[in-house]
């Protein structure tokens, strides 16, 4: 119906006004394919101006994706916002359009040429944004592999955003068709508005010429080659972190002065004299403000009238805390390293990977809890909701709020009472410094440790291994993703649905990874910078270094001469340096698809491990330096 009212249509007439034309539908009828797209949208926005945007997020009943047995997802979690991602991945179909010409991963320049066929520009300040655009991979259904568009550093919290496609051409190097839809906003012509496609498309008009079309002019883009247009809005700050900003409050508010209660269920004596690095191990669990509805995994955030998180008696949560031979030695208190594990982990993989030679090398304590959620005992939980409940995702950003503030609440332990309990005390008194942290963070705890070095001030040093941000960009090459995947594809007919699946869970994820805390990564709130030591694997096939160099632009850090290649907005360094990414080369290169390489082994299990990487590390953590510790570029021979 809607295609033939397109065919039908005539000239332009002046729009209908939003009142005539009743309620919006469900579903976006600007571009064939899904529901969805093209994704995020202004179109799913309505105004509300107790929201800092102005805005707040607003999927219909029927607009997110829909399983094969007709379930539909609840947007009710996603309704609670006042905007889209600050790292978020953008995602349309354009059916027949190649890629041929438009920016890739290993050419980001690209999008800021003056004839780049993709754009997205601020529309608050005209400034382009680098990206790169691929098409998704893994869907057996070619027809149904959407264009992906990678930006490649934050968006600005709550500015408006704008996208045009344009000059894209098909397998036959003729110029790919325009959205039919978007056609008649581009060309002005009018539709009839009686059709409830054709009024939610008239909708949009106003903005398009408000918005749309003068910021892709003003850009230089001419509205006649355009294929495909939209915008969108970034949430605010207040919208992305807002509910991980109440916990902390109100967790930090909710203990004493010397930090949470404890208990030490165990203190495990080790052998300086016989060459073993660390001296104690301290177990232990903190009583702790809980903020979800159950301690157990799968607890939901209990909300007040303002969709914040309050507060829900407290709760016990365990530790490990390790002191090394060095720091017993010396007999003085020193500086506290937070660890954050990998994924499925827990607070006692602190005693593996090369943690303890780091922290004895740099004469460190090491101090560690469970990121709950993505943690151990969360494995059973996640797949029965992924299976089932795609809709109860937030479960997963909600608990991982509640880990944030517990590591946050060990650190402030160490610095009262545990820190003065015997365990923790030398011949002259206690082995912690009150003084600034740092953070050391392995694959799963660095994209976790980007909003728990970002949120915390005492925090000033980061060495982050393997690392990646935002969950959108490092799900689809990530080995570990594959599984959820397959059950995701088990539930939905549509790999649209598969792949709309992930910019919609990034959304939620936002307020407790590097995706929501990006722009506070670099400084403390009082404008200390810190100091970043990034290693990834070239090749990483767990948690791909695109995601890595995300993950270093936002740090504001540079590449460590000699590297063993570029990487696109990053200036060269040489060592010593206090913010620097460094690249180890196993041979292998990106995969030009979205998708695992299947590597074996993979570089994501090898860098921990390797003799240069623990020794850059061990000198970073004990001076804040970082300086090249491999025979010229980086490599295992």
Not at 205 to 212: I, P
Not at 528 to 536: A, G, H, K, S
């Amino acid at each position: 119906m809607f295609l033939l009212l397109l065919a039908c249509a005539g000239p332009t007439n002046p729009p209908p006004t939003i009142a005539d034309l009743g309620p919006r539908g469900d579903c976006n009828p600007l571009e064939t394919g899904h529901c969805l797209l093209p994704f995020p949208s202004s179109f799913y926005l309505e105004e509300d101006p107790s929201r800092d945007t102005g805005y707040r997020v607003s999927f219909g009943d029927l607009s997110l994706p829909i399983d094969q047995f007709d379930n539909t997802m609840d947007p009710t979690d996603w309704n609670r916002l006042d905007g889209f991602p600050s790292l978020g991945s953008l995602y349309a179909h354009l059916p027949g359009a190649e890629l041929d010409g438009a920016a890739t991963f290993s050419a980001i320049e690209r999008s800021l040429e003056a004839d780049s066929p993709t754009i997205i520009v601020d529309a608050d300040t005209g400034e382009r944004v680098p990206h790169y655009v691929e098409r998704e991979a893994f869907p057996d259904d070619v027809a149904g592999r959407l264009l992906i568009f990678r930006p490649v550093q934050p968006y600005q919290h709550g500015h408006r955003y704008v996208v045009g496609v344009r000059a894209l051409v098909d397998s036959a190097g003729a110029p790919a068709p325009a959205a039919p839809a978007f056609a008649m906003l581009r060309d002005q012509q009018k539709t009839d508005s009686a059709d409830p496609e054709s009024a939610d498309l008239e909708r949009q008009r106003a903005g398009y010429e408000e918005h749309v079309f003068p910021a892709l002019t003003s850009a230089g883009v001419d509205r006649t080659s355009l294929q495909l247009a939209w915008d969108f809005v970034v949430a605010s700050e207040r919208g992305s972190r807002g509910p991980m900003s109440r916990v902390l409050e109100a967790g930090l508010a909710a203990v004493p002065a010397a930090g949470p209660a404890y208990d030490i269920d165990r203190i495990s004596e080790g052998d300086c004299a016989a060459g073993d690095a660390i001296a104690r191990k301290i177990t232990g669990e903190l009583t702790v403000p809980l903020f979800l509805d159950d301690k157990d995994s799968g607890s939901r955030a209990v909300l007040d009238d303002e969709r914040l998180p309050v507060q829900n008696g407290e709760y016990e949560t365990p530790f490990t805390v390790l002191v090394p031979c060095s720091v017993l030695a010396a007999d003085a208190p020193a500086r506290i390293m937070s660890f954050g594990h990998g994924l499925f982990g827990s607070h006692k993989d602190v005693t593996g990977y090369s943690i303890g030679e780091i922290i004895h090398g740099s004469g460190m304590i090491a101090a560690s809890t469970t990121a709950r959620g993505l943690g151990i005992d969360d494995i059973d939980t996640i797949a029965l909701m992924m299976a089932t409940s795609p809709d109860k995702f937030g479960m997963i950003p909600d608990n991982l709020q509640q880990a944030q503030l517990e590591a946050l609440l060990l650190r402030a332990a160490l610095r009262g009472a545990l820190g003065d309990d015997p365990a923790l005390a030398g011949s002259s008194g206690s082995l912690v410094s009150d003084g600034p942290a740092a953070y050391l963070g392995i694959s799963l705890g660095s994209v976790l440790g980007g909003a728990q070095i970002a949120m915390s001030d005492d925090i000033d040093r980061a060495g982050l291994q393997i690392p990646g941000g935002p969950f959108s960009l490092l799900l689809a090459r990530s080995a570990s993703f594959s599984t959820f995947l397959l059950m995701l594809e088990s539930k939905y007919n549509d790999p649209m649905d598969v792949s709309l699946f992930i910019p919609l869970v990034q959304m939620l994820w936002d307020p407790a990874e590097l995706g929501g805390w990006a722009h506070s990564l670099p400084a403390t709130s009082d404008g200390v910078e810190r100091q970043f030591l990034i290693q990834d694997g070239i090749g990483d096939d767990t948690v791909t270094s695109l995601a890595a160099h995300v993950y270093a632009r936002s740090a504001g850090v540079g590449l460590l001469e000699p590297a063993v290649r570029p990487v696109w907005g990053l200036a060269s360094v040489e060592g010593p340096a206090e913010r620097a990414l460094v690249e180890v080369d196993y041979g292998h290169t990106e995969n030009p698809e979205p998708l695992p390489q299947g590597l074996d082994p993979d570089p994501h299990w090898l860098l921990t491990g390797e003799a240069t990487m623990i020794e850059m590390m061990t000198g970073f953590m004990a001076t804040g330096e970082v300086m090249p510790t491999c025979d010229g570029p980086c490599d295992p021979d």
